[in-house]
């Protein structure tokens, strides 16, 4: 993706999540200078497999497992200073040198214990499946205009009188919704302190840092974090994520402004999955759902939750290009149908008996469409050594072909496993 004219780069989940953008982030980020988380927060997992060792990240970019690139979570990205801290402490910990190489945005807001009771109670009363990480509470505090940033928590002096009104309110919402839990205001003081230090080393203006970067011709990977089908605008709403998981995000998260950005790379999986509640309108029946959970390991990386899996859908992908405005695709996990002698393409939907034209805004419509399967013959041989296109069987690459005109976008990547090398560059 990197090249002369394209320095400033987003990949983004182009279905559900969990697509394998970690492994994308990872293989660019070799090329980059600058690697910047934008959305979302430790409801993300991103695993990389570096030789024979796994990372799993949440809220560091995965970027960091390369020894140039600068990474930053920036302002779009809600931080929960424990975990952060905690995951940082881990990649130490396995070696990762991180020293002077992680920046956080000073106008991040700041997920606190209090909006992880506040989620877990909300769910309890609709049913997202969300990751309980306190995600929806911390944007609706954002947007409400009474969050906690990481420049109120770097500032020495106040932490109890800022966080006092914020507890207080929380408390009386808890009780509204008939949690039995309260949050603790001596517990987040004293979180205030002990985090806020740590943090004040680290926090900058990441915006400026990202524009100096793209000013002075570096490279600039923006990652995204869960897909388009989660996007607060664009998804499967109310079943979605609280943030703006499609391309557009990318230049507000991270503090840019959208003419910067030269490339969107959307990353799809060769199937679908999805984790949480919520149409999913290509999911597989018994067995063969459970095959390709199997197969392709798809049990959520932060909340360990079975993945729901099912076909290829290229209305959603379609639909994805369009809301991203993707320049190219990366398929990832092609490897795992090496077994499977007839694999079914959703190509279209239909809706009440009639053809569906575009993606149905609501939610119920989308229940009931019933996709319109195509059947592609199988390759039954193993893909996991192919580095070029031409290492692939015949009708993998026939499979690639038909993902490629149904999506309207060109494939640039194809990954067939979970190392870095297992990939191919088109
Ligand atoms: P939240 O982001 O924790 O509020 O969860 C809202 C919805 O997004 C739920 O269906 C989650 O399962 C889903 N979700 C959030 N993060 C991820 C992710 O990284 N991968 C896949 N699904 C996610």
């Known amino acids: 993706m990197f090249d002369r004219k394209h320095t400033c780069v987003v990949v983004v989940g182009a279905q559900w999540g969990d697509e394998g953008k970690g492994k994308l982030v990872d293989v660019l980020a070799e090329r980059a200078d600058l690697v910047i988380r934008y959305q979302g927060g430790a409801n993300a997992g991103h695993t990389v497999v570096v030789g024979d060792r796994q990372f799993v ?43 002077g190489r992680l920046f956080v945005s000073d106008r991040a807001h700041l997920v606190l214990p209090y909006h992880k009771l506040l989620d877990q109670a909300s769910e309890k009363q609709q049913q997202i499946g969300t990751t309980g990480r306190g995600i929806g509470p911390t944007y609706e505090d954002k947007i409400g205009r009474r969050g906690v940033r ?4 770097i500032r020495d002096a106040g932490a109890r009188d800022a966080l006092a009104p914020r507890i207080a309110r929380a408390n009386q919402m808890l009780e509204l919704m008939g949690a039995a839990e309260r949050a603790d205001l001596d517990q987040h003081v004293e979180l205030a302190g002990r985090l806020g230090a740590r943090l004040r080393p680290l926090a900058t203006d990441t915006g400026l840092m990202a524009w100096q970067a793209i000013r002075g011709g570096r490279r600039v990977l923006l ?19 609280s943030s703006t998981t499609t391309a557009g995000g990318a230049a507000v998260g991270a503090g840019i402004g959208p003419t910067e950005i030269d490339g969107v790379l959307g990353v799809v999986k060769a199937y679908t999955t999805r984790v949480g509640n919520g149409p999913l309108p290509t999911e597989a029946a018994g067995e063969l759902e459970g095959r390709l959970r199997q197969l392709g390991g798809e049990f959520g990386a932060t909340t360990g939750r079975p993945r729901r899996c099912g076909w290829f859908d290229a209305p959603v992908v379609r639909y994805s290009v369009r809301v991203n405005g993707l320049t190219g695709l990366a398929v990832t996990k092609l490897d795992v149908l090496d077994t499977f002698a007839e694999i079914p393409v959703a190509v279209g939907y239909r809706l009440d008996g009639e053809v569906c034209h575009g993606m149905p805004s609501d939610v119920d419509a989308l229940e009931r469409v019933e996709p319109v399967y195509e059947t592609l013959p ?34 640039r990547y194809v990954s067939v496993g979970t190392r870095r090398d297992q990939i191919i560059e088109v």
């Open 223 to 241: 990652e995204g974090a869960q897909g388009a089908m989660l996007d607060v605008d664009h998804g499967t709403y109310p079943f979605v994520t």
């Open 150 to 153: 990481v420049a109120d928590l």
């Open 57 to 99: 990240l949440h809220q560091i970019p995965s970027g960091i497992l390369h020894g140039q690139a600068t990474c930053v979570v920036g302002n779009g990205v809600v931080l929960d200073p424990e975990t952060f801290f905690a995951e940082l402490d881990q990649l130490a910990a396995q070696g990762i040198d991180i020293g």
């Open 378 to 411: 199988g390759w039954e041989r193993s893909t996991s050594g192919a580095r070029t296109l031409a290492d692939l069987p015949p009708a993998a690459r026939a499979y690639l072909d038909r993902l490629q005109d149904l999506a309207e976008a060109p494939i």
